[in-house]
């Protein structure tokens, strides 16, 4: 098998987890053979621990060097797409941490030198890797939920302390990270809402800035999204609730699919609703549900009818 030789442009969060997962060889094929940052305590760190490795404060100089096939690119968001264009015209494959940039533009110039080049590009949304997401995906594309009818993510577990921004002057500001729960923490979701439910036809969103935070970008959303079908969705995100929710419940004319802590349930309707609804002669009915749950890889299908009461006489009354 070939080794991927790689180089790690940025040494902070995210830069030393990738640095520490590689060199612990959590990543079959693949190894580190240079890093860069401009910190000399981080440098200082790295050759502590790893003498062999090439530790350098350019990252221009890295690039030249023909010792590694690709770089991973972990720097403040406005550096993302320079340099990852800089690494593709030096022929090097590219990851690169979320976002790809701040601006709209700046991206699309990335996505052309990446096409240009002809080498690999990725982007680091690794949740697209969890098999219930995978599992979810399979099961709304192949139509096993019928015609979407509505999607409503709730992901308010990012919590984040003053402290988380205040360790970095990039952060929460429009100039060094060009958003705040949208662009740095709940990429991830808004990835995999669309990855599985489709592009919306139109959003419209409410952000309010510096709810929680005495920052200047968001740390609280809600997206109200509609869909060439007429389906809906609602994202509701926040890095001030605490504790907070990460619920996905997305409902078909065939069922219901809900995702939470770590568990996918679904509920299958042996007919499609739409079709109960015009053709049954009963007002209140109980169609028969395949309801199954699967924890990562691991599954449990039960069949019930599952029977809708009729309302008590008292919630009934009219005043």
């Not at 790295?46 to 770089?71: F, G, H, I, M, W």
């Not at 997401?133 to 577990?157: C, P, Y």
């Not at 699967?294 to 039960?302: D, L, P, R």
């Amino acid at each position: 098998m070939n080794v991927v030789k790689t180089g790690i442009i940025g040494i902070g969060n995210m830069g030393s987890a990738h640095f520490h997962s590689i060199l612990a060889g959590k990543i079959p094929g693949m190894t580190v053979t240079a890093v860069c940052d401009i910190d000399p305590e981080k440098r200082s760190a790295v050759k502590a621990q790893a003498p062999e490795l090439a530790v350098l404060e350019d990252y221009t100089e890295l690039l030249k060097s023909s010792d590694t096939d690709a770089v991973i690119i972990a720097v403040p968001h406005p550096l993302h797409a320079k340099i990852a264009i800089d690494a593709f015209h030096a022929g090097k494959h590219v990851l690169v941490e979320k976002p790809m940039d701040i601006t709209v533009s700046a991206a699309e110039r990335l996505c052309a030198a990446a096409k240009e080049s002809g080498k690999i590009f990725g982007i680091m949304l690794n949740q697209r890797t969890n098999p219930l997401f995978r599992e979810a995906r399979r099961i709304v594309q192949n139509g096993e939920l019928g015609e979407l009818k509505r999607s409503v993510w709730i992901i308010t577990n990012w919590y984040r302390t003053q402290s988380y921004y205040s360790s970095g002057g990039w952060r929460a500001t429009w100039k060094g990270e060009g958003g705040g729960v949208l662009l740095n923490q709940a990429p991830h979701n808004l990835d995999l809402w669309q990855w599985i439910c489709g592009r919306p036809t139109a959003v419209t969103v409410f952000c309010n800035e510096g709810k929680f935070h005495p920052i200047e970008v968001e740390d609280e959303a809600t997206l109200y999204a509609e869909y060439e079908n007429g389906a809906t969705g609602v994202f509701i995100t926040s890095t001030g609730d605490c504790p907070g929710t990460n619920r996905l419940e997305i409902t078909g004319t065939r069922g219901k699919m809900v995702l939470e802590n770590g568990l996918l349930k679904l509920w299958k309707l042996k007919e499609d609703e739409r079709h109960i609804c015009r053709y049954s002669t009963e007002g209140f009915v109980h169609p028969e549900t395949e309801y199954s749950e699967q924890a990562a890889g691991k599954k449990t299908v039960m069949r019930a009818s599952f029977r809708i009461s009729p309302a008590p006489s008292c919630m009934a009354r009219r005043f």
